[in-house]
């Protein structure tokens, strides 16, 4: 997790450097080269470097699939393509474990990692061929950044004149940050520790504590999906705005019904409760933490300058990270003093506190960076 939030980092960087459709595919290829590698050998110490260089090298795939969502899709039709690609982790984490248990047992756990990374080189090599950056690499006109409903081609270029720091300056870009923290912090404590709080503490059998989990999982998907395709028609209908987001209030709505299911999962649940209420609230949680995880990934692209907005991903993805921090060893810490019920409390409190955050900064100004012109 180190090494991946480290590269996703820094690939945000680079990317506004260099070509992201090569970014992706030298990262996937790399990544299935270390798989490959890693069967080669028989020492802990090895399979532990080899998977710290796998973390470095999975972090370039999410920067270079954002910087070129943004060149192909308009703002009303961004949000849903991100949250339809943000959704290939909940399918993967769904059907990998799967398959890979099937060729694992079948053939053993190095043909099992061998063909994923046969697999992932093949892919490699056909997106460093099919993907194309923007439209204007296939003789297109860009797609407009500022238009609400209708997709529009722009000649105009837009002038790259902000620089990293007018970035950070921003006080749209570290409200995100914070929200982010938050909602993905939510996500991994929810996801670790979940199962351990149903079982201990509320006397729930193991078999339905996965069950739990997999009903968050099911809520992420929907919920990814719903917040990117909902959000996108409040943009066609009034555009980016200067001042806060159409998709503000969306996601303002998702962090309140965060902070309501785990209170109820706290204060309202027990051994005797229906088991598909608590199903319930396992799918509201999961829908209610994935929606603003996705959401907030369009909101520091959508409202970032072009040449800068993998920079401006990286720099709000790092909320992502650290809230990934919080939920390990600090949640943990928490639930060791006041059980794992005040683990979740305190997952309560931080989302009133972001949703609070968002209300008294609802109309600050959402351009993050300088504003920009155009040259014909």
Known sequence: MTAYSMSKFLSGLFVDRMSPRVMLSMGLVLCGVVNIVFTAFDSISVYATLWFVNGLVQGSGWPACAK??????????????WSILSTSMNISGVLAPFLSTIVAMSYGWRVCLQAQGLLAVTIAT???????????????????????????SEKAEEVGEDTTWDLIKSPFLW??????????????????????????????????????VGSLQVGATIGTIAAGYLTDRQVAKYGVQER???R?????????????SLHLLVFWTNA????????????????????????????????????????????GSLGASLGAVLSGLPLSFIAVHYEWAGAFVAMEIAAVLALVLMIVTWRIP??????????E
């Open 68 to 81: 070129i969502l943004r060149q192909w899709f308009a703002p009303a039709q961004f949000g849903t393509w």
């Open 126 to 152: 056909i997106s460093l061929f099919v993907v194309k950056n923007s439209p204007k690499d296939v003789g297109l006109e860009n797609i407009s950044t500022s238009t609400g409903g209708k997709v529009k």
């Open 175 to 212: 409200v995100v940050f914070i929200v982010d923290c938050v909602t993905f912090g939510s996500v991994c404590g929810c996801i670790d520790w979940s199962q351990l709080y149903l079982t201990q503490e509320v006397g729930l059998g193991a078999q339905f504590a996965s069950a739990f």
């Open 244 to 246: 806060g987001s159409a």
């Open 248 to 260: 503000y209030p969306m996601l303002a709505g998702f962090v309140l019904v965060l902070a309501i």
């Open 272 to 315: 005797q409760s229906s088991r598909l209420w608590i199903l319930l609230l396992g799918f509201l949680i999961g829908n209610c933490t994935f929606g603003p995880v996705a959401l907030i990934g369009v909101l520091v692209i959508e409202h970032a300058p072009k040449h800068l907005s993998g920079t401006s991903h990286a720099i």
């Open 366 to 375: 959402s351009r993050i960076g300088r504003k920009r012109i155009k040259t």
